[in-house]
């Protein structure tokens, strides 16, 4: 048994403990695969990260990600979580106010502005409509009726999300999807425009999720989601940047995710807070 620095923090939250959390276990050398897995198990969580050195000398940390059931090249809350994990635990970057990260996707530029920090949303792995197959096997495990759907997408970064763009924030808050269990995997990210709310969100986004064989799980606030469906609806007309997308409303969370245009990328931005502080035997 080896003691490695943990941390747990919360990211994209409007307050405490109202975003997703994400663990983070520092100094990993020596961790085998099987070891994070494990670890990955237990914690619980959507994610939980490993740091490491880097491989790239342009990276100030490199970092591997795991579901529980499976190892991501690239996440959203967990990268902005262990970004701040890292400073937490004294790490040092190459630039004030800027670290870069190494992880399965390549290099993910990251800002920091005090307990706030930023990534540029990465290139999309599979854009491009959705066929029919899928968009009806989305609707059965959704269920929605495919005339409710205003507009569809692959806006895959690394876990798989199909994008579906609904009327309005009211109908995306009313999705009662099938819990159960389904043979394929499938990652769904269902968004509204949340026009003239008083709170300034834009977007509604909820992030539903089925792995293999396991009931379906919807994921507090999604870094990763929100930083496709920008990608996606900006190009498409439907949204200007700067904005704010809310998520967790459903669930009992209150997550805000700031989307904002600036040096030719979208950057995917929210509040970052340690909430536990320790150490992990492993």
Same mark, same amino acid.
């Given at each position: 048994?080896?003691?490695?620095?943990f941390?747990?923090?919360?990211?994209?939250?409007?307050?405490?403990?109202?975003?997703?959390?994400?663990?983070?276990?520092?100094?990993?050398?020596?961790?085998?695969?099987?070891?994070?897995?494990?670890?990955?198990?237990?914690?619980?969580?959507?994610?939980?990260?490993?740091?490491?050195?880097?491989?790239?000398?342009a990276?100030?940390?490199?970092?591997?990600?795991?579901?529980?059931?499976?190892? *991501?090249?690239?996440?959203g809350?967990?990268?902005?979580?262990?970004?701040?994990?890292? *400073?937490?635990?004294?790490?040092?970057?190459?630039?004030?106010?800027? *670290?870069?990260?190494?992880?399965g996707?390549?290099?993910?530029?990251?800002?920091?502005?005090?307990?706030?920090?930023?990534?540029?949303?990465?290139?999309?792995?599979?854009?491009?409509?959705?066929?029919?197959?899928?968009?009806?096997?989305?609707?059965?495990?959704?269920?929605?009726?495919?005339?409710?759907?205003?507009?569809?997408?692959?806006?895959?970064?690394?876990?798989?999300?199909?994008?579906?763009?609904?009327?309005?924030?009211?109908?995306?808050?009313?999705?009662?999807?099938?819990?159960?269990?389904?043979?394929e995997?499938?990652?769904y990210?269902?968004?509204?425009?949340?026009?003239?709310?008083?709170?300034?969100?834009?977007?509604?986004?909820?992030?539903?999720?089925?792995?293999?064989?396991?009931?379906?799980?919807?994921?507090?606030?999604?870094?990763?989601?929100?930083?496709?469906?920008a990608?996606? *609806?900006?190009?498409?007309?439907?949204?200007?940047?700067?904005?704010t997308?809310?998520?967790?409303?459903?669930?009992?969370?209150?997550?805000?995710?700031?989307?904002?245009?600036?040096?030719?990328?979208?950057?995917?931005?929210?509040a970052?807070?340690?909430?536990?502080?320790?150490?992990?035997?492993?």
């Open positions: 048994m080896t003691t490695h620095p941390r747990q923090v919360d990211v994209f939250g409007s307050g405490p403990f109202t975003g997703n959390p994400v663990a983070v276990v520092l100094d990993a050398d020596g961790l085998t695969d099987a070891d994070m897995a494990r670890i990955a198990r237990w914690t619980n969580l959507s994610e939980t990260t490993f740091v490491l050195p880097p491989t790239d000398p990276a100030d940390y490199r970092v591997r990600i795991f579901t529980v059931a499976e190892e *991501l090249p690239f996440a809350h967990p990268t902005l979580g262990t970004a701040r994990a890292w *400073l937490d635990a004294g790490g040092v970057p190459r630039d004030a106010g800027a *670290l870069v990260q190494e992880c996707v390549g290099l993910v530029p990251i800002r920091v502005d005090g307990d706030r920090f930023a990534f540029a949303a990465p290139a999309l792995r599979r854009s491009g409509p959705v066929s029919d197959a899928d968009l009806d096997e989305a609707c059965a495990r959704l269920r929605l009726r495919r005339d409710e759907i205003v507009d569809a997408a692959w806006v895959d970064n690394g876990p798989g999300w199909m994008g579906l763009l609904l009327a309005d924030a009211d109908r995306v808050l009313a999705v009662a999807p099938d819990a159960g269990a389904r043979s995997r499938g990652f990210g269902v968004a509204g425009p949340a026009a003239g709310r008083a709170d300034g969100v834009a977007l509604e986004v909820r992030a539903f999720m089925y792995d293999a064989g396991t009931p379906m799980a919807e994921d507090p606030v999604t870094g990763s989601l929100n930083a496709s469906l990608q996606w *609806l900006t190009a498409a007309g439907v949204l200007r940047a700067p904005y997308a809310a998520q967790g409303t459903a669930i009992g969370r209150a997550g805000r995710i700031a989307v904002e245009a600036a040096d030719g990328e979208l950057w995917i931005g929210g970052t807070e340690v909430a536990i502080s320790g150490t992990i035997e492993a």
